[in-house]
């Protein structure tokens, strides 16, 4: 054989190769978690009922801004993320029982989240006239990227199937001001459009749950915010109405203020260890629904 043939021939082997490698290459489900102090979740470690197990097969990347700063940007088992160590957010019970829906399935899920922060400017995609793309957005978007490329780094094809997203309290808010109020729902709907174009996901599930259960006077935009999250919502046939974005039920759960030995007894805005972990099985069972 010449050099040239043998050059070829190489050429030949590697391409065959490549697609086959491509062709067989695992396919891991990706589910995004973003929002606020809800998202990065008020729940304790240590009030985890001995009942839940939790499926450490789920991989989990979260941002270097979770947990201390410690332990983020690689991917680990399913393990808790919030401000501090000793609190989690939905990622235990969401990861959890999407792997228990989708045994055959490999699943993983990216987060980045912020306690107070709000959709109006932190949040703000910065899309649109006059707008600045916020500290947040910039932060989520970078951890999904540098999340899903280092998935493919290790050899698996990633494929982002949901996003999970509870925030709407800081745009609620009396210092917010009425008007980022009644602009919730229009930026909620910029927000998911923008989502699935940064991503190239252009019909991503997008599942949030209601927020602020309890009226407060801080809250002075609080029915604003909360009837712009049915607005947006697919099933709510409005002008802000969004394709494939649910909203889930949560102001029947558990809050932190009536957590076990809570240091927070009048917490009236914050979901307790097991008001998450039922929000997040709402959130997997809602995807599963329309996903299976």
């Known amino acids: 054989m010449d050099e040239d043939s043998m050059r070829k021939f190489v050429l030949f082997l590697f391409i065959t190769v490549s697609g086959f490698l491509s062709m067989t290459a695992q396919v891991v489900d990706v589910y995004l978690i973003g929002g606020q102090s809800n998202a990065t979740g008020q729940g304790y470690v240590r009030?985890?009922?001995?009942?839940?197990?939790?499926?450490?097969?789920?991989?989990f990347y979260y941002s270097r801004f979770l947990n201390n700063g410690e332990g983020g940007e690689c991917w680990r088992p399913l393990c808790q993320a919030s401000e501090t160590k000793d609190k989690f957010g939905v990622e235990l019970?969401?990861?959890?029982?999407?792997?228990?829906?989708?045994?055959?399935?490999?699943v993983a899920l990216i987060k980045h989240a912020l306690s107070g922060s709000n959709?109006?400017?932190?949040?703000?995609?910065?899309?649109r006239s006059?707008?600045?793309?916020?500290?947040?957005?910039?932060?989520?978007?970078?951890?999904?990227?540098?999340?899903?490329?280092?998935?493919?780094?290790?050899?698996?094809?990633p494929v982002i199937r949901a996003m999970v997203w509870q925030q709407g309290e800081a745009d609620a808010r009396d210092i917010a001001?009425?008007?980022q109020s009644r602009h919730y729902g229009p930026n909620l709907k910029n927000f998911?459009?923008?989502?699935?174009?940064?991503?190239?996901?252009?019909?991503?599930?997008?599942?949030?749950?209601?927020?602020?259960?309890?009226?407060?006077?801080r809250f002075t935009g609080r029915e604003l915010v909360?009837?712009?999250?049915?607005?947006?919502?697919?099933?709510?046939?409005?002008?802000?109405?969004?394709?494939?974005?649910?909203?889930?039920?949560?102001?029947?759960?558990?809050?932190?203020?009536?957590?076990?030995?809570?240091?927070?007894?009048e917490d009236d805005v914050h979901l307790g260890t097991y008001g998450l972990l039922n929000l997040g099985e709402r959130f997997a069972d809602t995807i599963f629904e329309r996903l299976r």
């Open 93 to 106: 019970s969401l990861g959890t029982k999407l792997q228990k829906l989708y045994p055959e399935r490999r």
């Open 226 to 265: 909360r009837e712009a999250q049915v607005a947006v919502s697919e099933s709510s046939g409005s002008e802000l109405s969004v394709k494939n974005a649910i909203l889930v039920p949560a102001d029947d759960l558990q809050m932190r203020c009536n957590d076990y030995q809570t240091p927070m007894p």
């Open 130 to 157: 006059g707008d600045v793309r916020g500290e947040e957005y910039v932060k989520f978007v970078e951890t999904v990227y540098s999340g899903i490329k280092d998935l493919e780094r290790q050899g698996f094809h």
């Open 119 to 127: 959709l109006y400017e932190q949040w703000n995609p910065g899309n």
């Open 192 to 217: 998911i459009e923008q989502v699935r174009k940064e991503f190239s996901c252009d019909s991503l599930l997008f599942i949030y749950g209601t927020v602020m259960p309890l009226a407060a006077p």
């Open 47 to 59: 009030n985890i009922p001995v009942s839940f197990r939790l499926d450490t097969t789920v991989l």
């Open 177 to 179: 001001g009425m008007d």
